[in-house]
């Protein structure tokens, strides 16, 4: 999963998880910036808050 704050890809393990409603939220903390973000993982979808600053909607 793609940091959203500086781009790089990260394979840290959540340190924290959560279901909010349908989906399922882990907490990541990026190994380069160190910056928190939360990633959503719902049904065929799945998304990091906050958002990618480049751009890119397409839903990845
Ligand atoms: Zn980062």
């Known amino acids: 999963m793609?940091?959203?704050t500086c781009g790089l890809?990260?394979?840290?393990?959540p340190f924290?998880?959560?279901q909010f409603g349908t989906?399922?939220?882990k907490r990541v903390k990026c190994s380069e910036c160190g910056e928190n973000f939360?990633?959503?993982v719902?049904?065929?979808?799945s998304f990091?808050?906050?958002?990618?600053i480049d751009?890119?909607?397409?839903g990845k």
């Open 2 to 4: 793609k940091c959203p």
């Open 9 to 13: 890809e990260n394979s840290n393990e």
């Open 16 to 18: 924290k998880s959560w």
């Open 23 to 25: 989906y399922l939220v």
């Open 38 to 40: 939360n990633i959503y």
């Open 42 to 45: 719902g049904e065929g979808k």
């Open 48 to 52: 990091t808050i906050p958002k990618r």
């Open 55 to 58: 751009g890119d909607l397409s």
